[in-house]
């Protein structure tokens, strides 16, 4: 039997930086949530990976892949022999709604059913964590609050966000992290606040948004392009950027918002995960 799993996109609703460590790492406070799409992961009897996909040239198979090395760190936790996998690659690189962390947290799942791992062995998590701040999160692919590094997570009830129809927009720009936390202005502007996921994001904000816009100006027309649909309940960037994501009351407004968007743009017309 063939086993796939996806690698779900994950859109940061909110993202609140509170503070510069001395580490150079940042202390930040975010809501995640998680589209029912993104890539594609197959477990293969050929070791190695194979990527393929519309994305697949800006990766390496081998070396410091994400999957790669969630492959080698679950063989050597649970005794297993290293497994080999197919990866179609659907979302854009450096692109911030999960890529490589998602694509880690769907390797470390598929290989748990494979061995008939639990998916609450906390050894999981333990591998999670070690990949990368976003890994733990993908891991569980559905909303939850991040604080710390993003890596500390409380799981919460979608609310009205589950199945809500969801739109991903990005310009076609890789966006690296690290220049856009570099570029935050070191201003606390308070925490995000308690409640419904979807109430909280509406008051809320990405504080990565104006340094990645500094970065890459194009940002600016993705989202003003989203903020002019009918039917729009939110539209921000997500994580880092250069990807922008619109909430809409139902699928016909999204889908006539994909409709109107450039024809140059990668989209993925998409909903929230329950």
Not at 104 to 113: G, H, P, S, T, V
Not at 114 to 141: F, N, Q, W
Not at 232 to 252: H, P
Request: proline share 5%; net charge negative.
């Amino acid at each position: 039997m063939t086993l796939t799993e996806t690698a779900y996109a994950k859109i940061n609703l909110a993202l609140h930086v509170r503070a510069r460590e001395a580490s150079g790492y940042h202390a930040i406070e975010t809501f995640f949530a998680f589209a029912e799409d993104g890539d594609r992961l197959t477990l293969s009897d050929a070791p190695g990976l194979v990527i393929e996909g519309e994305f697949a040239a800006g990766l390496q198979a081998d070396g410091d892949n994400l999957v790669t090395r969630a492959a080698v760190a679950f063989a050597e936790a649970f005794g297993t022999e290293a497994r080999g996998f197919r990866l179609e690659k659907a979302l854009p690189i450096a692109a911030g709604i999960g890529g490589g962390s998602a694509d880690a947290a769907a390797a470390l799942r598929l290989l748990a059913r494979a061995e008939g791992v639990t998916e609450d062995d906390p050894r999981l998590m333990t591998i999670a964590a070690g990949l990368g701040a976003d890994v733990p999160a993908c891991l569980l692919s559905r909303t939850c609050r991040g604080t710390g590094r993003g890596d500390e997570l409380a799981s919460v009830e979608p609310g009205r966000l589950a199945g809500m129809a969801l739109l991903l927009v990005n310009p076609r720009l890789p966006l690296a992290t690290g220049p856009v936390f570099q570029g935050w202005d070191g201003q606390d502007r308070g925490a995000l606040a308690e409640g419904d996921p979807l109430d909280v994001a509406l008051d809320a904000r990405n504080d990565l948004e104006p340094p990645a816009r500094a970065l890459r100006p194009e940002i600016d027309a993705v989202l003003a392009t989203l903020r002019a649909q009918a039917g729009v309940v939110l539209a921000r960037m997500s994580g880092s950027g250069a990807t922008c994501f619109a909430l809409f009351g139902n699928d016909a407004a999204r889908d006539t918002a994909a409709a109107a968007m450039p024809a140059g743009w990668w989209q993925m017309a998409t909903r929230v995960r329950g």
